[in-house]
């Protein structure tokens, strides 16, 4: 029976499709590069002075990179794809200014890898991103696209809030503890941190180099591995359809006390939820020594961080945030090498711990925030849920399927085995179909 025109779903406006509709569009004549451009530029015009997503937008350059792709007729996996970068990642067109006044103005002299890899598969780059200083814990100037009176996250907080208010297609953030699995939890979409050296990060500024990867956001499960693919430098695949019911590890952690009630009973309503559509889920329980794994995190970014930021610190103490010089700096500063040594040991045995107990699993069932976005902007939220999975450099994902008790979203995250991304996403889709 033809539905009413009255009572018909309204078309989306080619700022809300995919990047995977948006390819489709443009290959198929229905769309071209520049209408897509416009679309969002025209969505940046109307929310961003409540977002604040961006550092840098130049709508002039976004219409000259759209019209030269049509204009060339060249089509790639990105055909047409907006994107996003955060700035903390290098464009040769672009300031990257690293969120902090000491390199306001800085012009790199290349594209980091990933964005010369979106270039070439089509995309067209929108602008940087807002970022915390140096990707750290003082906040930058986003706001939350459901609730401006709320944190988006970070670090990756601009590139998780021009996603979910559909003014970019993709953004690819970093994470060194959960700079892109709690924004995406905030902000309600989908947060992707592969497997530890996965994707390459030259021309991205380095935090801590032994945690550090890009993150990627996006508005579904198929962008994502779109994404990863073509920043592999690969022939993007679909993700295989995983018809056999996963094994899923609910794995609360020894963190479990600092999940609010609510998202508490989200997670355990989920995990039924799966059993009774045929997944295998099990409780898991991790060994004592991953209760040290937090402190871990902490002096091993912090020692390296300390020394990578050497030249700022030396000429431009007084340009730092308190928040930074008393917070990561300070303990870096103070951890000995000794101390550095033995939290690496301890990292490297609990990767090892690790490896059995996922991979008795198809992927573990975890919290990817504490709750909903917090109410305030001089906080980003708290990143002790992460620090655990990050260190072990196991890949993770954020599903935007809850709602929390102020109608605001909040994600749930699987993590999968090292070196195993393709079968994380192929769960991840089953998941996403059980709880949909």
Not at 63 to 87: E, H, M, N, W, Y
Not at 248 to 267: D, N, S
Request: hydrophobic content about 40%.
């Amino acid at each position: 029976m033809t539905m009413p025109a009255t009572a018909r779903k309204p078309a989306a406006r080619l700022n809300e499709l995919t990047a995977t509709e948006i390819v489709a569009a443009v290959g198929s004549g229905h769309a071209t590069c520049e209408a897509v451009a416009r679309a969002c530029l025209d969505r940046i015009a109307e929310r961003e002075p409540r977002v604040l997503a961006w550092q840098y937008l130049n709508p002039e350059q976004v219409i000259a990179q759209a019209r030269a792709l049509d204009q060339s007729g060249r089509r790639g996996p990105l055909a047409g794809v907006p994107f996003a970068i955060k700035d903390i990642i290098d464009t040769c067109d672009m300031p990257t200014e690293y969120g902090t006044p000491i390199h306001r103005g800085h012009r790199p002299d290349k594209d980091a890898a990933c964005v010369a890899l979106s270039r070439k598969a089509g995309g067209v780059l929108m602008g940087k991103t807002v970022t915390t200083e140096f990707a750290n814990r003082y906040p930058g100037k986003t706001r939350n696209p459901f609730d401006p009176a709320r944190t988006p996250g970070g670090s990756s907080s601009g590139s998780a809030a021009a996603v979910a208010d559909c003014m970019a297609a993709l953004a690819v953030g970093t994470q060194t503890t959960g700079s892109t699995i709690r924004p995406a939890s905030f902000c309600g979409v989908f947060g992707y941190r592969p497997t530890y050296g996965e994707l390459r990060c030259a021309g991205v500024m380095e935090a801590a180099g032994s945690l550090d990867t890009l993150g990627l956001l996006a508005r579904s499960l198929d962008d994502i591995a779109l994404y990863r693919d073509v920043l592999l430098g690969i022939e993007p695949a679909p993700i295989p359809d995983n018809l056999t019911a996963p094994r899923i590890g609910f794995c609360r952690t020894h963190l479990w006390p600092q999940v609010e009630p609510a998202t508490q009973q989200l997670l355990e309503d989920a995990a039924q939820r799966l059993a009774r559509a045929g997944a295998s889920v099990t409780d898991v329980t991790l060994p004592a020594d991953f209760e040290r794994v937090e402190d871990a995190h902490r002096w091993i970014s912090s020692f390296e961080f300390a020394r990578n930021f050497t030249w700022e610190i030396e000429h431009h103490w007084d340009q730092i945030s308190e928040t930074l010089r008393n917070g990561r700096l300070k303990d870096g500063l103070a951890c000995s090498y000794e101390r550095y040594r033995n939290a690496c040991d301890l990292a490297a045995r609990c990767r090892q711990l690790s490896e059995p107990i996922v991979g008795d699993h198809d992927v573990l069932l975890t919290a990817a925030a504490a709750g909903e976005a917090p109410l305030g902007l001089d906080s980003t939220g708290s990143a002790s849920l992460y620090a655990i999975w990050t260190t072990l450099h196991v890949p993770s994902l954020t599903l935007p399927v809850f709602t929390g008790p102020h109608g605001l979203p909040v994600g749930v995250q699987l993590i999968g085995k090292r070196n195993a991304d393709r079968a994380l996403f192929a769960a991840a889709r089953w998941v996403w179909r059980a709880l949909g």
